[in-house]
């Protein structure tokens, strides 16, 4: 075999290596429940921000400041493209979330959804779909207080980030 035959098989080889690992890749990392709730949420809530993937949907994130958020960390490269969240009764639905997805790229955080409602009701909504992103993490975080009667403050008992 020449040493140009020979080179074409070292890049074609090196091609298909190289489709192969994207291909596992993707497949491995489509975000499921469990990885969601694989490592409690840290962030700035004032109360409890571990409790958004805790699945337990009786205990309370509380958000009582704009800009204040909760973090999940996938600690690993993951595809989202579903959410939906477990509300509150209290809830008055003037408040606002946005979701935020770290991007690999830039290394910056970017808006993946915003102008989601506080949901009022004690259960799951429907999971929403949008466009697909791949992240190590995610942020739920408060744009506008709920009036929560006269609380004024944002909460909810769970949240789900999937593929």
């Known amino acids: 075999m020449g040493s140009h035959s020979k080179a074409a098989v070292i890049r074609t080889r090196a091609w298909l290596l190289d489709e ?10 489509r975000a499921l429940v469990s990885d969601f709730q694989a490592n409690p949420a840290t962030g700035t809530f004032l109360k409890d921000p571990q409790n ?12 009582h400041n704009v800009d204040e958020y909760a973090e999940v960390d996938f600690q690993k490269p993951v595809i989202i493209e579903r959410w939906r969240q477990w509300g509150a009764t209290e809830m008055e639905g003037d408040g606002v979330w946005k979701l935020q997805y770290y991007d690999l790229a830039s290394e910056s955080w970017q808006d993946w959804v915003t102008g989601i409602a506080t949901r009022t009701l004690d259960s799951w909504s429907d999971y929403v779909t949008e466009t697909v992103k791949m992240t190590t993490k995610i942020r739920l975080v408060c744009t506008t207080l709920d009036t929560c009667g006269t609380l004024n403050r944002s909460y909810l008992k769970e949240l789900e980030v999937i593929y």
């Open 52 to 63: 958004i993937n805790n699945n337990n949907t009786t205990d309370y994130a509380e958000a």
């Open 20 to 29: 192969l690992a994207i291909d596992a890749i993707v497949e491995a990392s």
